[in-house]
């Protein structure tokens, strides 16, 4: 079994398949942070230079978690850039820089002090749901007030992609950051989404079941807007309810917001609504009732 090679970047320790040289890393500035875990092929840094802290995610080196070839991570994380440039948006990480850097390929966004609502890593389930520390479980204890805000942020982005004429791919609870201290929101981790015309040529597409509509796992079938609205819907039911329980008994927002978010799931597509833009207009005209 192979147990890897363990680096040591500024005066943070992380493990790889092998060893890969990060000397470009350490001129940027101190590294403080990093994110191994991912399954993507990605690795990602936390940076700081001149008191100014950024996040750096990079491909090429063989990472632990990550099946395939170090070059298609590359590719992937290339073509993404198109899509942060597109969507570029107040609640949105916001795109600094992107560069080839030896072997890989570097992006560099601006630092956003937040916690990820999925932290798969360091509370996995079922201490996502029930650890005092968990972000999640933080999140849910929040006002609803600040949730509502919240989940604003994220429709708003989403209306705004939509208008774009992209659909979120892989979008979930591990996209939203929230920074706890001033009630912010923003969405991260965008590199899967697409623009339209788009077909599900996979079967199980790529992205969290628990937030997937059923088109995601039905080859052939049309992708667009209103599978963006199914996964509004179940995120509405991991901010406000129950993830996939989405009974009104694990609801907290109201029975006429449950109305809502329950047309936005259903089954049969032709019943949700017909785009996120309407979506957005009925959660606001019920969310003081």
Known sequence: MNNGSELLVGKVYFQLKEHHNFDWLEEMGNVFKV?????????????????????????????????????????????????????????????????????????????????????????????????????????????????????????????????????????YDGSILYDFENNETKICDIDLYRKKPLINTMGRMLGSKRFMSPEEFELGAVIDERTNVFNMGAIAFGLFGAELDRSFLKWDAGDTLYNVASKAVRENREERYASVEEFHFYWLENVNK
């Open 35 to 171: 994110f191994q875990d991912q399954d993507s092929g990605n690795i990602s840094f936390g940076i700081e230079a001149d008191g100014i802290k950024k996040f750096v995610k990079y491909a090429g080196a063989k990472t632990m978690n990550f099946k395939g070839e170090p070059e298609q991570a590359i590719n992937n994380l290339k073509e993404c850039v198109a899509v942060y440039q597109d969507l570029s948006h107040p609640y949105l990480v916001k795109l600094l820089d992107h560069f080839q850097v030896g072997e890989g390929y570097a992006l560099v966004f601006d630092w956003f002090e937040s916690e990820n609502l999925h932290p798969h890593w360091t509370f996995p389930p079922p201490l996502k749901y029930n650890h005092p520390e968990s972000p999640y479980f933080r999140y849910k204890q929040l006002p609803l007030s600040d949730r509502l805000k919240s989940f604003q942020s994220i429709l708003e982005f989403h209306v705004h992609t939509e208008k774009k004429g992209y659909v979120a791919v892989d979008f």
